[in-house]
């Protein structure tokens, strides 16, 4: 269902690895039918059943670009429905800078999606055929003059040359380009110049005929042809020469190189069926050893006799890992043991964070050791941190690893740095410059690793910074950055969102970090802030501009303070707490409630939540909750809530897993 569009669907088709969108819209008499291009026939459908029935079938539809996307209608926005801020949280300095509670949250996307009839996705940029133009042209009008000219005898024809003499035109300029970048490198090698490069970059005058335009761009192809076999063989012997000659190397900074991982142990029994049970006796107790670095397992089995039996399986002979959904400790292992032919092993861990914890090993093995140019898999790591206006300490690098009160990761797998780290934080008092260097210092002592920055946005003292790993940076494209206030009439006030977005390779991001309303009865308010983001963040391909934000991404995290909370007595919810009972405080939580009513996240994704409620600890404590604040109009009451929350939303038949949320 379309949030900004009533009545409207978004159909998300999956073609050529690459994820299409497309509106489906109701008439006059209730039909839906698929909004297309001028010109192409209206296919008008009773139900959405029907609809989608008909386009799955083959041959019924074309991907190609949306055209005329349908304006969303938009209601003028209520006068005294903004926010207005009440003094519970602190308003930052002014003016404003340009530019405590923590969880965080790592996930996994999987690469590329995939990617409908009339879709509203990127549409191709089709940059205008030459050759195909002027030969039209030419078989319209000049192709005539030829053939007469035939008939008369010509033993040429002038028209054609004309037409492909003008038609390579522009690879005339791009093989000098070639041929002078060449020219540089050659120099090096050999300290000489090519004669017949030099005269041909020297000539000023192009020849004047058609002929003589194509026998000049046929020498300049031939001298590359040669340049090209020649340079390779110049290089060689230049670098022969001067390993020969055995000169002292200059010194080297030295770099410091990403930390390597330890060989990991698992202990394990082998799950078998009863028959098996009878014939090997009791079960068996093996040892799985993870190299990472060595891109090995090895099965280590321990017999009766202390005699140890051992197997070894290199990375490309592990097939496939299927997680048991019925027992949560048990995992399948697939390997090859001969050609085309497998064996599967299942085995029970202690846990199931030690099951999840061997998987993400052997993923991570798999892309290390992997022939293909680019990762199929990427692991994100994001936190959110309200930090109340108070410097953050020195040292920030415990919440980079998840370890909170919740879903976290195994030992093992804490320290293992991510692709991307996107930090938001609400209330961060401290210059951009400032955190970002204090966030970048933090992750090269957690992994010895030097992150780009990619992306900072501000507003006021809502933040959100995008790291990566220095192999990814030149994956990312076309990063965009946006933000938008939800104070009084849109302008004023202490709230809003920023925002980032980028290509990671053929898979788009979008990241959302707010401040909502904030008060307890004030949870309509906090849904037209929502609403508000939704409406006028400017984030992602702006061909996308007429859809709302949660359809122009492959995957869009939102997170930050959303200020949510819990209707329930102050003294019912510290009961539940101290009891770590959370599931009856999670099903009167404003957030869950405004979800099930379809008006806000519709169709976001949330980690089940296992942490106690994060607002509103006494400083320093996980223990205390400050829940009453004296105010001018007397005593507060802040019920402990989950206001600081992460959610997704990620196309169909994408692979995301989230592997920590606390």
């Known amino acids: 269902d379309s949030e900004s569009v009533a009545g409207a669907f978004a159909l998300c088709v999956l073609y050529q690895k690459h994820v299409h969108t497309y509106r489906i819209l109701p008439d006059g008499e209730d039909f839906l039918a698929v909004q297309t291009s001028q010109g192409v026939p209206v296919r008008r459908f009773q139900t959405l059943g029907e609809l989608i029935g008909l386009y799955a079938q083959p041959n019924q539809g074309l991907v190609c670009a949306l055209l005329l996307p349908v304006e969303r209608e938009r209601e003028p926005d209520p006068p005294d429905d903004r926010d207005v801020s009440d003094g519970e949280d602190e308003k930052p300095p002014l003016p404003p800078r340009s530019g405590s509670t923590s969880m965080s949250a790592s996930v996994g996307p999987g690469s590329p999606p995939a990617a409908s009839e009339t879709p509203t ?52 300029s791009e093989v000098d380009k070639v041929l002078s970048g060449l020219e540089i490198l050659s120099k090096v090698f050999d300290q000489q110049s090519s004669p017949m490069v030099t005269r041909l970059l020297q000539q000023q005058n192009p020849p004047q005929t058609g002929e003589q335009e194509l026998e000049s761009l046929v020498l300049k192809l031939s001298v590359l042809k040669d340049f090209l076999s020649g340079i390779q063989k110049k290089a060689l012997k230049a670098l022969q020469d001067m ?65 140890e039996d051992w197997t070894t399986f290199t990375h490309d002979r592990i097939r496939q890992l299927i997680k048991s959904q019925r027992v949560q400790n048990k995992l399948g292992v697939v390997f090859e043991k001969e050609k085309d032919r497998t064996q599967r092993k299942d085995f029970i861990f202690v846990s199931a964070r030690k099951r999840e914890a061997f998987c993400q090993l052997l993923q991570l093995m798999k892309n290390k050791h992997s022939k293909q140019d680019e990762p199929d898999m990427i692991s994100v790591f994001i936190g959110t941190w309200n930090m109340g206006s108070v410097p953050p300490p020195k040292n920030v690098t415990s919440w980079f690893t998840s370890k909170g009160l ?5 030992e093992v797998t804490v320290t293992i740095p991510h692709d991307i780290y996107v930090f938001g934080t609400q209330e961060n008092s401290v210059g951009d410059r400032e955190w970002l260097d204090l966030l970048r210092g933090g992750l090269k002592e957690l992994t010895d690793l030097d992150y780009r920055p990619i992306a900072m946005q501000s507003l006021w003292n809502i933040k959100v910074a995008v790291l990566v790993k220095p192999e990814h940076e030149n994956r990312i494209s076309h990063v965009s950055t946006s933000s938008v206030k939800t104070g009084i009439a849109n302008t004023l006030g202490n709230k809003g969102a920023v925002g980032v977005s980028f290509m ?10 707010c401040h909502l309303t904030s008060g307890n009865e004030k949870t309509a308010r906090r849904n037209q802030n929502y609403l508000d983001i939704l409406r006028l963040l400017s984030l992602g391909d702006r061909q996308l501009s007429a859809f709302d934000i949660s359809l122009r991404f492959t995957h869009l995290f939102w997170f930050g303070d959303l200020n949510y909370r819990l209707d329930m007595d102050i003294q019912e919810i510290l009961n539940y707490i101290s009891r770590r009972e959370f599931e009856p405080l999670l099903r009167v939580d404003q957030l869950n409630l405004e979800r099930e009513k379809h008006k806000v996240f519709l169709r976001f994704s949330e980690e089940e939540i296992s942490f106690p409620p994060t607002y509103r600890y006494e400083r320093g404590s996980r223990d205390t909750y400050a829940w009453h604040k004296q105010k001018p109009t ?29």
């Open 121 to 172: 996705t990127a549409a191709a940029e089709s940059a205008p055929n030459g050759l195909s133009t002027v030969s039209h042209e030419y078989l319209k009008g000049s192709y005539g003059l030829d053939l007469e000219a035939v008939r008369g005898g010509a033993s040429n024809l002038p028209h054609l040359t004309r037409t492909l003499a003008t038609s390579c035109r522009r690879l005339h």
């Open 243 to 307: 390993s020969s000659t055995a000169l002292p190397a200059p010194l080297q900074p030295s770099i410091r190189k990403a930390k390597t991982i330890p060989v990991q142990a698992f202990e394990v029994k082998l799950d078998v069926t009863l028959g098996d049970l009878t014939k090997i006796g009791k079960s068996q107790k093996f040892t799985l050893s993870v190299d990472v670095e060595g891109g090995r397992l090895v099965l280590l089995r321990r017999q009766r006799d202390s005699q």
């Open 406 to 410: 919740g879903k976290t990761l195994d």
């Open 504 to 513: 990671f390779n053929g898979t788009s991001f979008g990241f959302v970090n």
């Open 634 to 662: 007397g005593v507060r009451t802040n019920v402990p809530s989950w206001c600081d929350r992460i959610l997704w939303k990620s196309y169909p038949e994408t692979h995301i897993i989230c592997n920590s949320y606390g």
